[in-house]
């Protein structure tokens, strides 16, 4: 028995697609090199804009096929757009035997089961099941051996309008650090390194347990024996302060890098979206992490075209990409989502428009990324060696989270090495190893 999990969207969704994946496992199933092997696929959808929807009913139009060959083979929905729109699923595409939402994961075993039987399993909850911690209890499989996720907090509490997040993860819950220490521990047992904690806002960990805040968590974590890097994404401008960003100076294990959503420079549009900082708030805290951490490396999110957005608007997000200089930049066009608070508004600029400051804000990012990558040359960085890649050569991250190719022997993969940095390209760094550590 084989299955097949196709993800969209966020790590959150990564890490519960390994989670499904281990629940899978501990069923007896394998994975599947093909969809078309499949006994089981699972698709594990995302629903933050209207291109990853589409992108979800294409790939479903897709895995139909596999009913031909295979009647009994199941097709399962998950993840955010299940979680919002399941049933609506379900009517355009009635070949689906099961559909479950974002905190019903753990229920996978009982849910396929019916499916199998032949009914149609579906278990969409408004209310958060309260039992879903069971989920931590299953193992995960994951690609990726020597960095791992950990979820650390579910959910988010704030309200930015044009936001679907709160809907498809409700409110915040913060697993307890007890069991997130246990994980880690067994994780670095494992062979891993690199310990990536993940939510949707993971510096508002503890506020809901009231015993334990986000920095005295990364504290916990960095004194796991093994733990050798620590990342953490994502955090929001307005709980990260400055205790936090000492912390994240003092711990060795903290990686110099740091995805900090800012979505418009705009402080008119800022307020509309609800986001709860001004430009000059947000800058403040980059000032902060560049004097504490001087060489981490930023990425940030923005929305394009938020409605009521002017171009003056727009030129304040040029203006601030332009002043931090991100290593790394994701824009996109503003996607109205059904029942967020800005899904009513009218958009007041035409798409056209709108794509052409997309595309001349990209631009003037790609120049900054190359500038960022070219101050690299010949300089020495340590890289965790993660893989080899498809031309045989080793593949690794900086701890600025940059890709870097270098030439070596296997026996490297797992290892974090100096490499002396002698060829910058676009996306990747090349090099040469200088010394195991
Ligand atoms: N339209 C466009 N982009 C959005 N994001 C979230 N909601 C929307 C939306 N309605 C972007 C934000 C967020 C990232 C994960 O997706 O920039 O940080
Ligand atoms: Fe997409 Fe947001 Fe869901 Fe992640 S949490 S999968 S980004 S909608």
């Not at 969704?13 to 994946?21: H, L, P, Y």
């Not at 418009?264 to 001004?278: E, F, N, P, V, W």
Request: glycine content about 6%; overall charge negative; some cysteine.
């Amino acid at each position: 028995m084989k299955y097949y999990i196709r993800t969209f969207g966020c790590q959150m969704n990564v890490n519960d697609s390994e989670k499904m994946a281990g629940i899978l496992k501990t069923l007896g199933y394998q994975p599947a090199e093909d969809w078309k092997e499949a006994d089981v696929i699972l698709v594990n959808t995302c629903s933050v804009r209207e291109k990853p929807d589409q992108k979800v009913l294409s790939a479903l139009g897709e895995f139909k096929k596999i009913k031909k060959e295979k009647p009994n083979a199941v097709i399962g929905v998950c993840g955010c757009l299940a979680q919002r729109a399941g049933y609506e699923i379900l009517q355009k595409a009635p070949f689906i035997d099961m559909v479950f939402g974002t905190t019903n994961i753990h229920h996978l075993p009982k849910l396929l089961e019916e499916a199998k039987s032949g009914n149609k399993a579906v278990e969409i909850l408004e209310e958060i099941d309260e039992n879903e911690n069971l989920l931590d209890q299953f193992p995960t499989v994951r690609e990726n051996k020597y960095t791992a996720f950990v979820t650390v907090i579910r959910g988010c509490d704030k309200k930015c309008t044009y936001c679907i997040v709160p809907t498809t993860r409700g409110k915040e819950r913060s697993r307890r650090i007890g069991d997130i220490l246990r994980e880690i521990q067994f994780l670095v047992e494992d062979g891993v390194k690199e310990i990536h904690l993940i939510g949707q806002n993971v510096t508002a960990y503890g506020k809901d347990l009231g015993d334990v805040n986000f920095w005295e968590l990364l504290e916990a974590v960095a004194q796991v024996e093994g733990v050798k890097r620590i990342r953490f994404t994502t955090g929001h401008p307005r709980d990260l302060d400055e205790d936090t960003i000492k912390v994240m100076a003092d711990l060795p294990q903290v990686c110099e890098a740091l995805h900090l959503p800012i979505q418009a420079g705009s402080d008119r549009i800022l307020q509309a979206m609800d986001r709860g900082y001004t430009q000059k708030e947000y800058l403040y805290k980059i000032e902060l992490l560049k004097k504490y951490i001087p060489d981490i490396a930023l990425s940030t999110d923005i929305i394009v075209g938020f409605p009521g957005e002017t171009y003056q608007d727009y030129l304040e997000t040029v203006k601030v990409i332009k002043e931090v200089e991100y290593d790394q930049v994701f824009a996109f066009k503003y996607s109205p989502r059904p029942g967020t608070p800005a899904a009513d508004l009218p958009m007041t600029e035409n798409p056209e428009t709108l794509s052409k400051w997309l595309n001349d804000l990209i631009n003037i990012q790609k120049d900054i990324t190359f500038k960022k990558n070219l101050q690299y040359e010949e300089k020495t960085v340590e890289v965790l060696i993660e893989e080899i890649n498809e031309e045989g050569k080793l593949t690794g991250r900086t701890r600025t989270n940059k890709l870097v190719h270098v030439e070596g022997s296997p026996e490297y993969v797992g290892q974090i090495v100096d490499v002396k940095i002698e060829k910058v390209n676009r996306f990747s760094l090349e090099g040469k190893i200088n010394g195991g550590i």
